[in-house]
Nanobody
Framework: VQLQASGGGLVQAGGSLRLSCAAS????????MGWFRQAPGKERELVSA????????HYADSVKGRFTISRDNAKNTVYLQMNSLKPEDTAIYYC?????????????????WGQGTQVTVCS
């Protein structure tokens, strides 16, 4: 599956952005989808993930209550709604796909990665 992320940008603290990740290729609905981020000098971290059916989601503690992940399998797209953004949310955000049966809560469980979209939050 090929992934194309979009929606990043520059926003003030407290603002919102919605990231989108469009998938093409193999059956999108058979993949769990995740959003990762990597800030300069830091390791890549899993921000949020959603089960193939959308019935289960996961959030990093740092974004709980502020970010919402969702997916539209009819449109082959996964979204990350980011509210109440903080400067520490600044990073490159990547979407990724984890095939059914893989560990969807670990980066090693993801086999396809998008190109990344920059999110910058200024104070």
């Amino acid at each position: 599956v090929q992934l194309q992320a979009s929606g990043g940008g520059l926003v003030q603290a407290g603002g919102s952005l919605r990231l989108s990740c469009a998938a093409s290729g193999q059956a999108f609905s058979s993949y769990a989808m995740g959003w990762f981020r990597q800030a300069p000098g830091k390791e890549r971290e899993l921000v949020s993930a959603i089960w193939w059916s959308g019935s289960s989601t996961h959030y990093a503690d740092s974004v709980k209550g502020r970010f919402t992940i969702s997916r539209d399998n009819a449109k082959n797209t996964v979204y990350l709604q980011m509210n109440s953004l903080k400067p520490e949310d600044t990073a490159i955000y990547y979407c990724a796909a984890s095939p059914f049966g893989s560990n969807w809560l670990m980066s090693r469980g993801y086999v396809s990665w998008g190109q990344g979209t920059q999110v910058t939050v200024c104070s």
